[in-house]
């Protein structure tokens, strides 16, 4: 059981994120598919954070009971992560509404405004991804009780602008509605930062990759141990009439051989060998089945290693409970320092103290 005793500027800052999510911390995990399960969601929850279930491609069925195992490992507040393109949408909303499930993320797109409908009637919390000012507006609009702003520099599918530049379009003009960031945060430094410019809280799926409570291949997390944030880089688009998802994972052999696929496949079609709908599902299904390689039998050479540029940050597989502490000290120690010193400078003044002479025996 956590027992977070928070800053008070800290606790001020995130005190609308936190009473959205009924958690000690405004601190989200981010939904990772094959990793944001039962055992990593509750540990968040119960370490005071938010964690959330990733339904991916889940069927109702599916989804029921791993929401049902999270309850047995928890009684604190958790979410579940819908994508709005799921052809089963509606039966997945009604599973979370059926098993009282408090808070539903919708993402992937924009929601359908009967999805949101559904999920508001039955006073439920919605919180939606928002990628811009104007969709942000439409969305609180519309009902949601919470956005999250994820820049390109998050693991998995990524949009074009950064966790930076969103923020300072979108918090500044919309100070009513809790907003957490997301993409690229891996230490309380940048938590302090975005919270200093009006966030209600973060979200974070990297960093809790390698916790202890996650089921993450062993070969998968010390990937993550090993990476800097170099190593995370945007899948390439070779040919424009090809779409290529951006999707932001550490190099490996399999990205490098995605793109002399690419190629081999473009020449194809460009000799007439295939049609341009033969060709791009060819690209398109190059990854079929590619993440789940990586995170649960460890093929770290050709699997998909998903991770955002805060891999840099994971230095070693650590108890949830851990992360989240040292997240929250890091962020306190920041807000306590006078503005305008970095952590780097206060330690630096605190070393060039004049020290007492040594004694000898």
Same mark, same amino acid.
């Given at each position: 059981?956590?027992?977070?005793?928070?800053?008070?500027?800290?606790?001020?800052?995130?005190?609308?994120?936190?009473?959205?999510?009924?958690?000690?911390?405004?601190?989200?995990?981010?939904?990772?598919?094959?990793?944001?399960?039962?055992?990593?969601?509750?540990?968040?929850?119960?370490?005071?954070?938010?964690?959330?279930?990733?339904?991916?491609?889940?069927?109702?069925?599916?989804?029921?009971?791993?929401?049902?195992?999270?309850?047995?490992?928890?009684?604190?507040?958790?979410?579940?992560?819908?994508?709005?393109?799921?052809?089963?949408?509606?039966?997945?909303?009604?599973?979370?509404?059926?098993?009282?499930?408090?808070?539903?993320?919708?993402?992937?797109?924009?929601?359908?405004?009967?999805?949101?409908?559904?999920?508001?009637?039955?006073?439920?919390?919605?919180?939606?991804?928002?990628?811009?000012?104007?969709?942000?507006? @439409?969305?609180?609009?519309?009902?949601?009780?919470?956005?999250?702003?994820?820049?390109?520099?998050?693991?998995?599918?990524?949009?074009?602008?950064?966790?930076?530049?969103?923020?300072?379009?979108?918090?500044?003009?919309?100070?009513?509605?809790?907003?957490?960031?997301?993409?690229?945060?891996?230490?309380?430094?940048?938590?302090?930062?975005?919270?200093?410019?009006?966030?209600?809280?973060?979200?974070?799926?990297?960093?809790?990759?390698?916790?202890?409570?996650?089921?993450?291949?062993?070969?998968?997390?010390?990937?993550?141990?090993?990476?800097?944030? @170099?190593?995370?880089?945007?899948?390439?688009?070779?040919?424009?009439?090809?779409?290529?998802?951006?999707?932001?994972?550490?190099?490996?052999?399999?990205?490098?051989?995605f793109t002399e696929t690419q190629l081999e496949v473009?020449?194809?079609?460009?000799?007439?060998?295939?049609?341009?709908?033969?060709?791009?599902?060819?690209?398109?299904?190059?990854?079929?089945?590619?993440?789940?390689?990586?995170?649960?039998?460890?093929?770290?050479?050709?699997?998909?290693?998903?991770?955002?540029?805060s891999v840099g940050f994971v230095k070693a597989v650590?108890?949830?409970?851990?992360?989240?502490?040292?997240?929250?000290?890091?962020?306190?120690?920041?807000?306590?320092?006078?503005?305008?010193?970095?952590?780097?400078?206060?330690?630096? @003044?605190?070393?060039?103290?004049?020290?007492?002479?040594?004694?000898?025996?």
């Amino acid at each position: 059981m956590s027992a977070l005793p928070p800053h008070p500027l800290l606790a001020e800052l995130w005190r609308s994120g936190t009473e959205l999510l009924g958690t000690e911390t405004a601190i989200m995990g981010g939904a990772m598919t094959w990793v944001s399960e039962r055992n990593l969601v509750a540990a968040i929850a119960e370490a005071g954070g938010f964690g959330v279930i990733a339904c991916g491609s889940m069927t109702p069925e599916l989804l029921a009971a791993e929401i049902t195992a999270t309850r047995a490992l928890t009684d604190r507040p958790f979410g579940v992560n819908l994508i709005v393109m799921h052809p089963a949408l509606d039966a997945l909303i009604e599973v979370c509404l059926d098993l009282r499930v408090g808070h539903i993320v919708l993402a992937g797109g924009l929601p359908p405004g009967t999805a949101i409908a559904k999920i508001k009637g039955a006073e439920r919390k919605l919180l939606c991804f928002a990628p811009s000012l104007a969709l942000a507006k @439409r969305l609180a609009r519309s009902g949601a009780d919470g956005l999250i702003i994820e820049g390109m520099e998050a693991g998995g599918h990524i949009g074009a602008i950064s966790t930076a530049v969103l923020a300072q379009e979108i918090l500044p003009f919309m100070p009513d509605v809790p907003i957490f960031i997301a993409g690229g945060i891996g230490h309380g430094e940048g938590i302090a930062a975005f919270l200093r410019m009006g966030a209600s809280g973060v979200q974070m799926g990297t960093r809790f990759v390698c916790a202890e409570e996650s089921i993450a291949h062993p070969r998968f997390k010390q990937a993550f141990i090993r990476a800097s944030a @170099r190593d995370a880089q945007p899948s390439v688009q070779i040919d424009p009439a090809f779409k290529v998802i951006p999707v932001r994972a550490l190099a490996n052999d399999g990205t490098r051989r995605f793109t002399e696929t690419q190629l081999e496949v473009i020449g194809r079609f460009r000799r007439g060998e295939l049609s341009q709908e033969e060709a791009s599902l060819a690209i398109e299904h190059f990854w079929a089945g590619a993440l789940r390689r990586a995170v649960i039998d460890g093929d770290v050479a050709e699997g998909s290693l998903m991770a955002g540029q805060s891999v840099g940050f994971v230095k070693a597989v650590q108890p949830v409970a851990t992360i989240i502490a040292e997240l929250v000290a890091e962020a306190e120690a920041a807000l306590a320092r006078p503005l305008g010193r970095s952590a780097a400078q206060s330690k630096g @003044r605190r070393d060039a103290r004049p020290q007492p002479a040594a004694t000898g025996g």
